[in-house]
């Protein structure tokens, strides 16, 4: 069972959080939309849900660490 170490930093603040889930409450909605401004579609991945929410929560400035710099494997 992997635990939580007691000291140690969060890797995602609270903020990150509550942005990836306001995300994720939109795509259950049909309101999440994809690209600039929207306009490449209704999203219905998971994953990207939590992606477009991360990137949300980049540009707001909470906590999260950098993008893995890779293509989907």
Same mark, same amino acid.
Request: glycine share 16%.
């Given at each position: 069972?992997?635990?939580?170490? =007691?000291? $140690?930093?969060? !890797?995602?603040? #609270?903020? @990150?959080?509550?942005?990836?889930? *306001?995300?994720? +409450?939109?795509?259950?909605?049909?309101?999440?939309?994809?690209?600039?401004?929207? =306009?490449? $579609?209704?999203? !219905?991945?998971? #994953?990207? @849900?939590?992606?477009?929410?991360? *990137?949300?929560? +980049?540009?707001?400035?909470?906590?999260?660490?950098?993008?893995?710099?890779?293509?989907?494997?």
């Amino acid at each position: 069972m992997a635990t939580a170490k =007691k000291a $140690g930093a969060r !890797r995602y603040s #609270k903020g @990150a959080s509550r942005t990836v889930a *306001s995300a994720m +409450r939109r795509r259950k909605r049909g309101t999440l939309k994809s690209g600039p401004g929207g =306009k490449g $579609g209704t999203v !219905r991945s998971r #994953k990207q @849900a939590i992606a477009i929410g991360l *990137s949300e929560a +980049r540009k707001k400035g909470a906590k999260v660490p950098k993008k893995a710099s890779g293509g989907a494997q």
